[in-house]
């Protein structure tokens, strides 16, 4: 019966009409299984009563007090009328106040003793604003850890909360999802005292306890998921073993010497291509850490074994100056390099075809145009995609698909918290570049308020003097009538006439053609713009060693990690670099967040603020990177969990990696659920 009930439409609940559904299905509630498992976001502890001589200013409290009048009324003006009621606890008097609620006014008698809940001001009289009350004992609202929901409008905290509790009291049994074995190994909950608990809980304990169970049961399904996925990989994926002493010749014709993190990395691929196993790898490295180079070493030896490889980056203007690094690089080696991106002409590429396609190991690079037309690769032998979270999973699983089983390279320039990584690329063997070539400056960096544009205006024609380049960067393309945000196209316009009109200023921005952009980049990197007004596009690859100044407006609106991509566009030359922050908000926590970008040039320590502040699900400013929705679990907060649950599953893998074990029934099925029955478990 429960399994049917959990399937049933929300309707089916005293009080839920189908105008109320339709509410409801906008917290992506449908079915009773939907709302029971629409956890709270946060809970207000109501259980500890104060004293009114204890309490604070600013507290949010309960307190147990009598009334000691009749409700005082004052109609302050036409639409205003303030109910005071004056009450003690024997330590002290307070005034509860309400707001144009007239049938309060009848409410409380001379001795009546209630509890009272809200914010307390003592200036200039000790006031409750708005109090939450009842009578002691009845434990609706108050006296009890009340849960807090997310909402939207025609759905109050109470209504939300009456109709989880009805349907829980309906429910006999909640289906375990978790075997045995593991939920008495780590000591959790059972899942129907869990669920139960997370939205009453009788004390801090319990919810505690069946948070600890449904964080564990999130993360432990999808970890398992993943290194099921990567186990059935290796198992039944094998590859060409290449040689790989080629590495140390590849490495030894760079005119510069390689770091010991970019080594490691090496080092890692190179037992990857020697072990008969596809390779499944990511790559994590800050601004400038080197990745190319450790992507370019693996084509090489990809090259020597007589394969192509493909690198496929997100834009033209990266795919460009990868094509012309590497050309650089391999030309003298004689390994040749091919460019394919979608504005060439149907000749240049069917030229271009013809060679790929020739069984001449090639190093190719291309934009997701790789993924059409007559690029077959009939022997492709590594696929590497550049700024992987710009890509869909099914754009980087096409080009794979154009070769039997080749090995695969992750590359992104986001720097991520390892813990994350192993979220969102657990499928992948992970090395991270932790450190920067020697040389590599730091940027400066400043907090500015609107009122210092000029003397910014004055830094940038002091720079541009001296024979440098300067970035302005806005959020949006064009003006927005809703918020006091730069638009680059009227940025730009304004002050190449207003500002510097004896220097070169232009503007680039996504919305513009392939070919537009990549002419702007062009005279920018050439030298003939001296001052670029941009949006976000120039946030990953562009790399312009004479520009010596990053100005980001509205700098709030942009996450931590684009942050530091954004300036670590400059700094790439020998000249001094400069990055200005325009902060508009006033808010604390955008305050916080320039001041860790003033402070902090270690990427993967913003990262970590990043993912703090934010949470994982805005990480990357949207959510369509692959990035997995959880409904109760926190990656930064749930730290010791997720290490519970990496060390469980990769147990459970180790001993069933097929999960064909009658314990582990339950998993397999949930695994199934959470990928949309899309896994095929043997």
Known sequence: MDKYYLNQNVNVLKGVGEKRAKLLRALSISTIEDLICA???????RTVLKKIIECKNDETVCIKATV????????????????????????GTMHMTWFNIRFLENKFQKGDTFIFYGKISLFPKKTMASPIFEKEGERRQLGRIYPIYSLTSGINQNMLSGFVKEAL???SDIPETLPDYITQKYGLFDRKTAIFTIHF??????????????????????QTALYYLKGSHACKKSATAYKTESAREFISSLPFKLTNAQLRVIGDICNDLESGKAMQRLVSGDVGSGKTIVAACAMYITAKNGFSSAMMVPTEILARQHFENLKKLFSPLGIETVLILGGQSLREKKALYERINSGKPLCVVGTHALLFG??????????????????????????????????????TATPIPR???????????????????????KVNTYILKKHMHEKVYDFIRRECSLGRQAFIVCPLVEDSEN???????????MLSES????????????????????????DFAQRRIDILCSTSVIEVGVDVPNASVMVIENAERFGLSQLHQLRGRVGRGKNKSYCFLFNESGTEIAEKRMETMKNNHDGFKIAETDLSLRGPGEFFGTRQHGLPVFKIADLYCDMEILNMTTLAAKELIKDDFELKKEKNALISTKIKNLFNNSVTIN
């Open 169 to 171: 009291l309906n429910i």
């Open 483 to 493: 918020m006091n945000l730069k638009s680059v196209t009227e940025y730009a316009k």
């Open 201 to 222: 809980p009788k004390n801090l304990e319990s919810l505690k306890k069946a948070r600890k169970r449904l964080v564990f049961e999130e993360l432990f399904t999808f």
């Open 68 to 91: 000691l009048s009749s409700m005082q009324v004052k109609k302050v003006r036409k639409n205003l009328t303030i109910y005071t009621l004056p009450v003690s606890d024997g330590t």
């Open 419 to 441: 813990t994350m990584a192993l979220i969102i690329y657990g499928d992948l063997d992970i090395s991270m570049i932790d450190e920067l070539p020697p040389g590599r400056q």
């Open 374 to 411: 007559g690029a077959e690769f009939t022997n492709l032998g590594l696929v590497i995609t550049d700024e992987q979270h710009r890509f869909g999973v099914n754009q980087r699983k096409t080009l794979g698909e154009k070769a039997i089983n080749p090995h695969t390279l992750v590359m």
């Open 499 to 522: 500002i510097f009109p004896d220097l070169s200023v232009a503007f680039i921005h996504g919305k513009m053609k392939p070919a537009e952009k990549e002419a702007i980049m062009d």
């Open 39 to 45: 956890f709270p976001r946060g809970y207000e502890d």
